[in-house]
């Protein structure tokens, strides 16, 4: 008797959790609070 993908991935789910998320960083568009414009107007006048 062979169990269906479905059925392996929830026994291991229930056995581990669900340990993947369901989308990375890698997977999103950049907010607009990641650019550097917040660092580059907040430079001390000793690195300008």
Do not use: C
Not at 26 to 37: T, V
């Amino acid at each position: 008797m062979t169990e269906s993908e479905a059925e392996r991935k929830a026994r291991l789910d229930r056995i581990f959790g669900d340990t993947e998320p369901s989308q990375t960083s890698d997977d999103r568009d950049p907010s607009p609070d990641s650019n550097d414009q917040s660092l580059r107007e907040n430079v001390p006048p000793h690195h300008g």
